[in-house]
């Protein structure tokens, strides 16, 4: 076999990339395949933070930098402290998800790591600024907006933000209730809130969030945060990290530029949950399942079919693309009509048809079934 030749070449060292690579390095059921990753950056800065909910220890459970019980939202005129049982709130630094991966992929031989920029991915062949390899499965994490952003079909928000990690000279966070949602900001004809995951009582990571089509100018993000703190009584204080992000919330079918053997992975497949934004579990729960998948050997393709929950998803994306300084009211009206159990459920895509309907009863039904009819016909 050519030296450039490999079973599963993975381009994009990512959450998706590092997690598929290591579960497939780690699965009996491969040994003797060769696999080859690509990254184009070192993945040595703490460059984002991922959080999400989950019953009980996960299989990640080492690397969690934080996690919380209890949690807040708000909106307008109504208020919501609520326990997270029987889920718990898990936070992980990219930092230390890069170096726990990196310390683990180094116990296998049969992996090849290499640093450079993927430039072209065709159905059996990866081409880098370097040179070209042949791979019998591709898997690609390399998002591109271009083909998203030329189509009208689906419409297209982003989940954009700035994150401030600050330190204050008083305490005034409470480092066991994290701001899930606090809409009570000037929404500014857009769906704009603060998240906040307290650390400890004087340490805090703040994010200014919207969900809409346009990115702001950075200073708009950051003043916000500074608003906000003004509020508090901080007695001063430092901002001791930064981070930024945008996310692409839409329905749009990635998985039709997936072919027999090359899969689109992670946000560029369309891993991300279109109405909230919410990536890292999806992407934890695909992973093992594709590594299952795989075992098939079946054309990729076959993997990852749509259900129920895309099309909750399309009409909520629908309805707060068309009205989107609307959005602090429908998540205001899902909090207030059902459980925090049923909610994270729900968005976790592992509820009922009855506590589906119990969410849906929750929303403005006129908006929807004008989304639906229009979808329809």
């Known amino acids: ?92 630094r990219s930092i230390d998800f890069y170096e726990s991966m990196k310390k683990q992929l180094a116990k296998f031989d049969q992996l090849t790591q290499i640093q450079e920029k993927v430039s072209r991915i065709d159905e059996k062949v990866v081409t880098t600024d370097i040179q070209s390899y042949h791979g019998n499965q591709i898997f690609s994490s390399i998002y591109d907006p271009k083909s998203l952003n030329n189509q009208k079909k689906y419409p297209v928000l982003l989940q954009h933000f700035v994150g401030q990690v600050v330190e204050t000279q008083k305490p005034c966070f409470d480092p066991d209730k994290i701001e899930f949602m606090n809409f009570n900001v000037p929404q500014k004809g857009n769906t704009r809130f603060m998240y906040v995951l307290p650390l400890s009582s004087n340490k805090a990571l703040l994010e200014y969030t919207l969900f809409s089509k346009n990115l702001l100018e950075k200073k708009e993000y950051t003043d916000a945060i500074a608003a906000f703190l003004r509020e508090l009584p901080t007695g001063g ?19 039709l530029k997936n072919s027999s053997k090359l899969l689109h992975i992670g946000t560029a497949g369309g891993w991300t949950k279109p109405s909230t934004g919410y990536t890292f579990q999806r992407i934890n729960e695909k992973t093992k399942e594709l590594v299952e998948f795989l075992k098939k050997e079946q054309p990729l393709t076959q993997f990852g079919k749509r259900g129920r929950f895309w099309f909750y998803d399309l009409l909520f994306i629908d309805v707060l693309a068309k009205d989107n300084a609307n959005g602090a009211g429908l998540f205001r009206r899902m909090f207030q009509k059902n459980s925090s159990e049923v909610i994270f459920k729900f968005l976790d895509e592992k509820s009922t048809l009855r506590q589906d309907f119990q969410i849906m009863r929750s929303f403005n039904v006129v908006q929807f079934v004008s989304a639906l009819w229009k979808r329809l016909f």
């Open 1 to 92: 076999m050519h030296k450039n030749h490999f079973d599963y070449i993975i381009c994009g060292g990512g959450a998706s990339g590092l997690l598929l690579t290591y579960r497939i390095c780690n699965d009996h059921h491969f040994i003797g395949k060769t696999i080859l990753l690509i990254e184009k950056e070192p993945k040595n800065t703490n460059d984002r933070t991922w959080c999400f909910w989950e019953s009980g220890e996960g299989d990640l459970e080492g690397m969690v930098h934080k996690n919380w019980n209890q949690a807040y939202f708000r909106a307008d005129d109504f208020e919501m402290d609520f326990s997270l049982a029987p889920f718990q709130y898990k936070m992980i």
């Open 237 to 255: 204080y430092e901002v001791v990290e930064e981070e930024e992000g945008k996310i692409p919330m839409t329905c749009y079918r990635f998985d």
